[in-house]
């Protein structure tokens, strides 16, 4: 009868280690996929904001050509 329970207990004890485990094991993976989305946020926020830096300073770049070549060719119809 001692070793029924006692084999009771160890089982019990083993089920309660296996579902601190999968516990354990769940709240790393929710941690990692919340630091994964962080990181890829923060990533993709960088990249849009040196991206849109970039777009920005090659528009004006390309508008300022087209003013000196427009402002050209204005001199040269004009006199």
């Known amino acids: 009868m001692k070793e029924n329970a006692v084999i009771t207990i160890i089982s019990i004890t083993i089920i309660v280690l296996n579902m601190m485990m999968i516990i354990v094991l ?12 962080e990181v890829t946020t923060a990533t993709m926020a960088e990249i849009t904001t040196v991206t849109m830096a970039e777009v920005t300073a090659v528009t004006t770049a390309v508008i300022k050509v087209v003013a000196a070549v427009g402002a050209g060719c204005f001199n040269l119809i004009n006199n």
Request: hydrophobic share 65%; charged share 15%; aromatic share 0%.
């Open 26 to 37: 769940d709240i790393k993976n929710t941690i990692m996929v919340a630091a994964m989305a």
